[in-house]
């Protein structure tokens, strides 16, 4: 069985004591990338789109196809993950699509860099539970306020609202949500972090904390891609203009996995991975116009940064 709700593959982890990677793909050479990384480390996986951002004009026809890439790759379990989804109809849409898990990003209000009410919050995640559960799909939310720029939102919220353990224990109350994306130091983008901050910037003791207190609630990490120094120089090396920074360290992340993390967002690193070798290959190569010999190096280079994550977060070799 290929295809798995968010709270299956979560609960392997849990058992397991890993955490499943999430990658972000907006065309179908990128889901190839991340499929054939987790086929390749005998890994879970989860393939994430965000409404409104892929490399084509017809999104149904675009998801209707990652439905069916999904379906072939029969060897590994695979979440189709809706990433972000901003509003009611986001989640509505994707559910008709076959995602089989969807996240209600109801932490800010749509449209706008306004954080929510904690009520609205509920409100809205609320709704979009009483149509995911009886269509079998998970839903994952959003407490707090975790910071940076995530692609596709609306301004950039800088201040990062740590998640409170009462609110979260309230908010699953209430809400019944499967997992849950919490505030703990992370920051959204490819710029998030000017210095270094000894390597402690994971709030471990709070996610602890939670996951002590919601046992039954998978917890979930955004913002902490790790902006591998060595991606920016080559894309800075060819061309580019990528503020260094830095994000969110392998150890840390294992770190996070120990204290209770199941499923890490890996967003920023699926978009320098790809951009560093597709910037390499075209201005070392300014004479070849094959798009199969430029999109090769892409796809592998996207690859490898997918299969070292999944040995990082422990998911590999238990598909
Ligand atoms: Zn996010």
């Excluded at 994707?94 to 089989?100: D, K, L, S, W």
């Excluded at 919050?121 to 009483?130: G, K, P, S, Y």
């Excluded at 580019?240 to 294992?254: C, N």
């Excluded at 592998?300 to 299969?307: C, H, L, Q």
Aim: net charge negative.
């Amino acid at each position: 069985m290929t295809l798995q709700t968010l709270r299956a593959a979560l609960a392997e982890a849990e058992a397991g004591e890993y955490a499943v990677g999430a990658f972000n793909v907006s065309s179908i050479d990128q889901a190839i990338a991340v499929l054939d990384a987790a086929a390749a480390e005998r890994s879970p996986v989860i393939v994430q789109s965000i409404a409104g951002m892929s490399a084509y004009d017809d999104e149904s026809r675009w998801w209707t196809r990652l439905r069916g890439l999904v379906e072939e790759y029969n060897e590994v379990p695979v979440v189709l993950h809706l990433d972000h989804g901003r509003t009611y109809d986001d989640c509505v849409r994707a559910i008709g699509h076959g995602f089989t898990s969807v996240m209600i990003d109801a932490s800010r209000v749509a449209g706008t860099d306004r954080p929510a009410s904690f009520a609205e919050n509920v409100a809205l995640t609320r709704r979009v539970i009483e149509v995911a559960t009886p269509a079998g799909v998970s839903v994952e939310g959003e407490l707090g306020t975790i910071g940076g720029a995530e692609a596709g939102v609306a301004g950039v919220v800088e201040e990062i609202v740590f998640a409170d353990p009462d609110q979260a224990v309230e908010f699953v109350a209430q809400t019944g949500v499967d997992a849950l994306a919490v505030a703990v130091g992370t920051s959204h983008g490819s710029v998030k972090f000017t210095d270094e901050a000894g390597g402690q910037r994971l709030r471990l003791e709070l996610i602890a904390e939670i996951k002590d207190r919601l046992p039954e609630t998978f917890l979930v990490l955004h913002g902490s891609s790790s902006v591998p120094a060595d991606a920016v120089a080559v894309i800075n090396a060819h061309g580019g203009g990528v503020r260094p920074s830095y994000g969110i360290s392998p150890e840390q992340k294992a770190e996070g996995i120990a204290a209770g993390i199941r499923k890490i967002n890996q967003g920023t690193d699926s978009h320098l991975a790809w951009s560093a070798a597709l910037r390499r290959f075209l201005q070392e190569n300014t004479a070849i116009v094959e798009p199969s010999e430029q999109l090769r190096p892409a796809i592998s280079g996207f690859r490898e940064m997918v299969a070292q994550r999944m040995r990082e977060f422990g998911s590999a070799g238990r598909a």
